[in-house]
T-cell receptor
Framework: QKEVEQNSGPLSVPEGAIASLNCTYS??????FFWYRQYSGKSPELIMS????GDKEDGRFTAQLNKASQYVSLLIRDSQPSDSATYLC???????????FGSGTQLTVLP | DTGVSQDPRHKITKRGQNVTFRCDPI?????LYWYRQTLGQGPEFLTY????????KSRLLSDRFSAERPKGSFSTLEIQRTEQGDSAMYLC?????????????FGEGSRLTVL
């Protein structure tokens, strides 16, 4: 079983819609959760971090965390074609210094 | 340039040859990481430095891989006797000691192709 799993893509949404990206993790002691965006041929870029249960909003992005269900999600409101990228969920356990990444969900926003 | 830089950006080599990649992190960053990414997968952790000390190394990392950060600034990753399975993007990332270990700045990567 993979430690961090993301909903299989690719995911396509029309411009202006809400894109919902999901991620589950297996290690119950995980404490920190991150969403990275990776454009094709580019390196990952941190867009959101969340450390406690609930929602965290930053502009058009909302990260949601439910530690009891071991679930973290990313909502992108008013999706734009420039949001088309692969979104990587990453998890960090308290004692570990490295991140464990999911395999990513490829999002395409159609004009 | 204030970002993480990696060199070379692309390397094509024949099986059995040695290759070395260099990473220059953001200047004030104490932490330096190496990750490997293959097509359709997320980055996979290889090793971690805090200043010049190599504090973690992936159990999956073969003895053919070695990394150094001799003065706590730039780092090198060497792969000896390359195999076709080593073909991947090698990503370097850095961060400040004071922030959460997940808040990384990645370089653009060094793409390795082993023929």
């Amino acid at each position: 079983q993979k430690e961090v799993e993301q909903n299989s893509g690719p995911l396509s949404v029309p411009e202006g819609a809400i894109a919902s990206l999901n991620c589950t993790y297996s290690d119950r002691v995980s404490q920190s959760f991150f969403w990275y965006r990776q454009y094709s041929g580019k390196s990952p870029e941190l867009i959101m971090s969340i450390y406690s249960n609930g929602d965290k909003e930053d502009g058009r992005f909302t990260a949601q965390l439910n530690k009891a269900s071991q679930y973290v999600s990313l909502l992108i409101r008013d999706s734009q074609p420039s949001d088309s990228a692969t979104y990587l969920c990453a998890v960090n356990s308290g004692s570990a210094r490295q991140l464990t990444f999911g395999s990513g969900t490829q999002l395409t926003v159609l004009p | 340039d204030t970002g993480v830089s990696q060199d070379p950006r692309h390397k094509i080599t024949k099986r059995g040859q040695n290759v070395t990649f260099r990473c220059d992190p953001i200047s004030e960053h104490n932490r330096l990481y190496w990750y490997r990414q293959t097509l359709g997968q997320g980055p996979e952790f290889l090793t971690y430095f805090q200043n010049e000390a190599q504090l973690e190394k992936s159990r999956l990392l073969s003895d053919r891989f070695s990394a150094e950060r001799p003065k706590g600034s730039f780092s090198t990753l060497e792969i000896q006797r390359t195999e076709q399975g080593d073909s991947a993007m090698y990503l370097c990332a850095s961060s400040l000691l004071a922030v959460n270990t997940g808040e990384l700045f990645f370089g653009e990567g060094s793409r390795l192709t082993v023929l």
